[in-house]
């Protein structure tokens, strides 16, 4: 499912967030990896989102008066790669259990805590810690300690028009140990039962404090002093199992459910909590201070590097400047570089980025599954950090560099990994494949020190449906030993011409303002000068046929621009530009798919002695869909008075055409310029005037299918 409209702003200061809070039903927006689900399945229909990523400060993390300060908008994996999160080892050790990478990219320490689940790892982190939580809301700001913020299940002490602007974690003291332990189904689920636990011990050996917090067990995080069992044990985990038992079965109240009872919760907290107890308690001793940590400005602020997207460090944010609200009925212009090419796009705020990459750019290599975060076959690369597109709205990505599995490498300069992939068999089904590229391209692209054990966990982010997942590890761990400093950058990120919905005169506007309806959008039409793309072309025709008509009364149909373009099925002229440049409009359907395409045409070469002709065009229609076409035409005199006619066309695709697929598109195609000879050949013939009906979808259908039975026969009978 999609997300019910909503209204959608980013404001620059916190004044803005709270004002917008104050007007009714509003939801705040970070990271949004557990609130875009939540809408995805309708649980939840605001009427507004808040994005606070624009507001000054909250992007900061520092340490101040003996605590670790992260900002609401402080991404988990900069807190995860960040030198200063390392006075908070209990950070360290909870964040590779929070999800998957491709979540931690974008999910924030605060939406974490924020959201509350009680299977959540940083909100028990926060109760075992006693960290304290700062909200501000319209009445000033106030703190609150983590035991009185979780007051029960999604549920918190911020109010509907208060926000949650930071964390403060205190840092480790000396002689502190600490431990961390889940079960959970899969590595990135949510725990059927976890442990955190603290121990602080003196320089004499005693146990001075130990905390141990249980979660996934209670509608919240529980924590309970544990100082005098631990003291009583030394520490040792055997005895310490036995004398948990009785506190284990009164911390776990949870009902139970299909993927376990309360009686297996109890017994695998009782191991959890004794085991992670007695590990904390040994790495307490002897008591060492923490190494000095200095505030570097990166850590501080984690921006932009320098370098390009692809090689920014993961979690790291790019620019987001202030954005003023869009209605739930409105469309935006997105403005965003997209496999190295700037593309602006006109986009509802509830369409998701993996929506705007297939259906308004034709990058069809973005699969969706569940479209709520779990199966990672949208897996994207945003400011180079590997990212779920069912989870970030298009209009998050103003400025964003994004980068496809299309950018990764092309049919002729394959990536390592793409190379690696076919060599191990890791296609299969394929479905997976652009998500797994993706995700190992994010796992290697730092130093690519990742060994074989490890990787079914760390892409474990992206599900295998088949029976391709051993070739795909075995593919990720040669490139990983044959490219032990990081993989090559994506190689296929060069400037060229994408054409996205919006932006332009006639691509889509709103109707009047409050009207809560789209207007009517017309075909667009496309200014400015007309070029060949970039790239590879989706597909190529040739076309070789042979007319009856002679070869001159065939080129005096291909010169005069006029009749040519009669003689193409759909094909219209609607006006002379001057300097050979002409706009006009074509139409094609097939099955269910009706496009209708206004462009311009511009005839780049003619020569009349060789009789060859090469034309240019470009178009779009209202529905997303873009083409553009390098056509190359060429009549040479045949046998018997006759003219032998060769088209080669070089087609660029992208939106909804696109998804025909390049064979399918290359087949229709042929058969477009198969009728444009037999018309050429009766208008130099003198004979009637081709129909400008389109082309019937029935006929160019069923050529298509008899012409690929044919190569099919023709397969078979040489085996």
């Not at 620059?12 to 039903?25: H, M, P, R, S």
């Not at 919240?220 to 199992?241: I, K």
């Not at 994004?402 to 300069?413: C, D, H, K, Q, R």
């Not at 003219?643 to 042929?670: E, K, P």
Request: hydrophobic content about 40%; charged content about 20%.
């Amino acid at each position: 499912m999609k997300p019910a409209p909503f209204a959608y702003v980013r404001p620059g200061d916190l004044d803005g967030v709270l004002a917008e809070l104050a007007g009714g039903d509003a939801k705040v927006l970070a990271g949004g990896q557990s609130l875009v689900p939540v809408l995805a399945m309708r649980l939840g229909r605001p009427a507004t989102l808040v994005d606070i990523t624009a507001v000054d400060g909250l992007d900061r993390m520092d340490i101040e008066d003996g605590a670790l300060r992260v900002g609401a908008a402080v991404r988990q994996r900069s807190v995860e790669h960040a030198d200063l999160a390392r006075a908070v080892p209990l950070l360290g050790l909870a964040l590779p259990f929070v999800g998957h990478r491709e979540l931690r990219s974008r999910g924030t320490v605060c939406g974490s805590l924020a959201h509350a689940d009680p299977a959540a790892e940083l909100p028990a982190v926060a109760a075992c810690l006693d960290a304290v939580l700062e909200i501000a809301g319209p009445r000033g700001r106030r703190t609150v300690a983590a035991e009185e913020f979780f007051a029960g299940a999604m549920t918190t002490a911020v109010a509907a028009d208060e926000v949650l602007v930071g964390a403060a974690f205190p840092v480790a003291q000396a002689g502190e140990g600490h431990g961390f332990a889940e079960i959970a189904r899969r590595h990135g689920d949510f725990a059927l039962a976890g442990a955190v636990t603290r121990v602080r011990r003196g320089e004499d050996g005693t146990v001075l404090e130990a905390r141990f917090t249980a979660f996934g067990v209670s509608d919240r995080p529980v924590t309970r002093d544990v100082t005098e069992l631990v003291g009583a044990t030394d520490g040792a985990e055997r005895p310490l199992r036995e004398a948990m038992t009785e506190l284990v079965a009164e911390v776990v109240d949870t009902a139970g459910d299909t993927h376990g009872s309360t009686g297996y919760r109890r017994r695998l907290l009782t191991v959890l909590a004794a085991r992670e107890l007695s590990r904390a308690h040994r790495a307490a001793e002897p008591p060492i201070s923490p190494s000095p940590i200095s505030p570097s400005p990166e850590s501080q602020h984690p921006g932009p590097q320098h370098g390009g997207g692809a090689r920014r460090r993961a979690g790291e944010r790019g620019p987001h400047r202030a954005h003023g609200r869009v209605g739930a009925a409105d469309l935006v212009d997105v403005t965003m570089r997209v496999n190295g090419s700037d593309v602006t796009v006109r986009v509802p705020p509830r369409m998701h980025l993996a929506d705007a990459l297939r259906e308004h750019l034709g990058l069809t290599g973005t699969h969706l599954g569940c479209e709520h975060g779990v199966c990672g076959m949208c897996t994207v690369l945003v400011d180079g950090a590997a990212t779920r597109a069912c989870l970030l709205f298009a209009v998050q990505c103003e400025s964003a560099d994004i980068i496809t599995v299309e950018g990764l490498g092309s049919p002729g300069e394959q990536h390592p990994l793409q190379r690696a992939f076919s060599a191990h068999h890791a296609l299969q089904c394929g479905f997976c494949t652009p998500g797994m590229l993706m995700s190992s391209y994010d796992l290697l692209a730092g130093d690519g020190s990742v060994t074989p054990e490890e990787l079914p966990e760390r892409m474990s982010g992206v599900l295998c449906r088949c029976t391709g997942y051993r070739g795909i590890l075995a593919a990720v761990a040669d490139v990983a030993a044959a490219y032990p400093g990081g993989v090559p950058a994506p190689m296929n990120c060069v400037s060229r011409t994408l054409i996205g919905r919006g932006g332009g005169p006639g691509q889509g506007s709103t109707g009047p303002q409050g009207s809560g309806r789209e207007a009517p959008v017309e075909a667009a039409e496309p200014a400015g000068e007309v070029a060949v793309p970039a790239g590879s072309p989706s597909a190529t025709v040739e076309v070789t046929s042979a007319l009856a008509a002679p070869v001159d009364a065939v080129w005096a149909v291909l010169e005069d621009v006029e009749r040519m373009v009669a003689c193409l099925p759909g094909a219209e002229l609607s006006e002379s530009l001057g300097g050979d440049r002409y706009r006009g409009t074509a139409g094609v359907a097939l099955g269910p798919v009706k496009l209708s395409f206004a462009g311009l045409a511009q005839i780049v070469e003619r020569d009349p002695a060789d009789h060859r002709l090469r034309m240019i065009g470009q178009g779009s229609d209202a529905g997303g869909s873009a083409t553009q076409a390098d056509i190359r035409l060429r009549a040479e005199a045949g046998s018997g008075g006759g003219t032998v006619l060769r088209v080669h066309a070089d087609l660029y695709l992208s939106g909804r055409v696109a998804q025909f697929g390049r064979a399918l598109a290359g087949d229709v195609s042929r058969r477009l310029f198969e009728q444009f000879a037999t018309a050429v050949d009766a208008a130099a013939a003198g004979r009637e005037a081709p129909s400008r009906r389109r082309p019937s979808p029935l006929r160019l259908a069923i050529g298509a299918l008899f012409d690929a039975v044919r190569r099919r026969s023709s397969r078979l009978w040489r085996r």
